[in-house]
């Protein structure tokens, strides 16, 4: 019993990761789209005013350039990753893809807009990079719309045809069941 415990805990156990940053994600890139100041230039919190008060102090500063040419492209862009990510992975489709899209999105923010964090560990981009990393090795294989289509492609969901209720068995007395 404890064997067969043991088994299960190690086939989910990415599962409460799954659901935590496909949660996460998902909210994040709603919360950008419904904010009333993030599409605001000049708000406290406005993603212009973010991208302006840390750009000296990104490990990347170009990246911080890059999305100041489209400040307002680019915040989309975020936000629309953020919840085709989290959807992604909060139903295992694609799941490596996904986990590679939100660990992308993660390294881009913590190589800009948190990397002045001191000390590093306050700062949660990384720490969700980090959280990113084993879905992008393993992907969704349980639980997930990745591991129902493997089993269609290879035929492990199809119930074998059954005799017609009436019908004469066909097999040969010794394939016959006892």
Known sequence: ML????????????LPLRIFLGVTFVYAGLDKLTSS????????????????????QA????????????????????????????LGTLAGLLGRVAATGGALI???????VSWS??????GNDLAYLMAWLPLVLAGAPYLSL???LTRRRSGQDRIPPQPAAGARDARVPSERPA
Do not use: C, M
């Open 117 to 122: 964090t001191t000390p590093y560990y306050y």
């Open 59 to 86: 490990a990347v500063p170009a990246l911080i350039d890059l999305a100041l040419k489209s400040p307002h492209g680019f915040g989309y862009a975020i936000a629309f990753g953020e919840i085709a990510a989290g």
């Open 106 to 112: 993660s390294l881009s923010l913590w190589l800009t």
């Open 3 to 14: 064997e067969t415990w043991r088994k299960t805990a190690r086939r989910y156990s990415l």
């Open 146 to 148: 990745d591991a129902l």
């Open 37 to 56: 100041t993030f599409f605001t230039d000049s708000a406290n919190g406005s993603l212009v005013q973010t991208l302006h008060s840390t750009h000296d």
